[in-house]
């Protein structure tokens, strides 16, 4: 890299789960599309490849994040580059911030290589990174990121990729996402759930199943353009969700707030918990967000639309 060149930028989008999150996981569809705020990485010509680490984070975040970056960085032979983060994601919230700081850093170091930054290699490569933050994702959150795009996501058997389908949506898809406060890792979530599903294979199995078929059906709305049926698989994905023991009263107590508030539908998005995140769709979220935040309540609104130029 030629050290007056000018900074190498890579952008990852945050993510939202509209449908299908923890069935995803067992090869279930899920539909999941990016958000406007993630993580942008810079990078400018170093003698070494190193990765700049925030200095809020402890020593191990520190040890996870550079061996995850070395991982990723060895795969392109270990350019000379230099990279810096910056965030607008709030962590471990259920909005894929590891997921995106991942693909930030990723389309930094391909370039930095001299390759393309084209959505599967960057992709390919930010799994990489992943796997050291997660183990074995079901790959929706760093897919979704990378591409950019509301699709829908199948995991292939045993594998942190899958099959993936770009959806078009004929209207605009706006989200009220609203932080509900503290929740645990995702890994222990999911592991909680495997537990109880390895116990009753047939019970937890018809529930994935069901919230599969509500993602499939709720792609076959978003491209029709039925917003409408799409809120009312978000409605029922939420009780399945809740039968699965993955929802709690602070967030049921939002969902609820937000479809009295005017959502289409509304529910809890990522590996739920205690806390985490809940979304609401709506045709216009502008003044419930204004209401939301006159209260003190953290949200925000975003389109979950196309690529932001980078
Ligand atoms: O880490 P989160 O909260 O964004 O959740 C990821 C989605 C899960 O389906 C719960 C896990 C996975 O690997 O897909």
């Given amino acids: ?16 789960i509209l449908l299908g999150e923890h069935s995803v996981v067992y090869g279930n569809p899920a539909l999941a599309g990016p958000l406007s705020y993630g993580v942008t990485a810079q990078g400018v010509a170093s003698k070494r490849c190193q990765l700049v680490l925030p200095s809020t984070l402890s020593r191990p ?31 471990s919230m259920g909005l894929g911030s590891s997921a995106a700081l991942s693909v930030a850093c990723c389309r930094v170091l391909l370039k930095a290589a001299g390759r393309e930054d084209a959505p599967r290699e960057v ?22 990121s990378a591409e950019q795009k509301l699709i829908l996501y199948k995991r292939l058997p045993n594998q942190s990729s899958g099959r993936v389908r770009a959806l078009k949506s004929p209207r605009p898809l706006k989200v009220l996402v609203v932080l509900v406060g503290e929740r645990s890792p995702t890994k222990k979530t999911v592991a909680a759930l495997r537990e109880r599903q390895a116990r009753w ?25 039925d917003l409408e049926a799409l809120g009312d698989a978000m409605n029922v994905n939420q ?26 539908g509304a529910k809890l998005t990522g590996a739920g918990g205690d806390g985490g995140a809940v979304i609401g769709l709506f045709l216009e979220p502008e003044p419930a967000v204004a209401k939301l935040l006159e209260l003190g309540v953290r949200c925000f609104s975003s389109q979950l639309a196309g690529p932001r130029a980078l």
């Fill in 201 to 225: 294979p047939g019970r937890y199995g018809r529930l994935f199943q069901q919230i599969g078929t509500l993602a499939q059906e709720g792609a076959k709305a978003v491209e029709a353009g």
């Fill in 239 to 264: 009780g399945l969700l809740a039968a699965l023991g993955l929802s709690s009263p602070p967030l049921e107590e939002m969902v609820y707030r937000l479809r009295a508030m005017g959502a289409l």
């Fill in 1 to 16: 890299m030629n050290p007056r060149a000018t900074p190498l930028v890579g952008f990852g989008a945050g993510k939202v």
């Fill in 123 to 144: 992709a390919r490569l930010a799994l990489e990174m992943e796997q050291e933050f997660h183990g074995t994702p079901s790959g929706v959150d760093h897919t979704t």
């Fill in 61 to 91: 975040q520190k040890a996870l994040l550079t061996r995850a970056f070395q991982r990723a960085a060895g795969l392109v032979r270990t350019p000379g580059v230099k990279v810096s983060l910056e965030s607008e994601l709030p962590l």
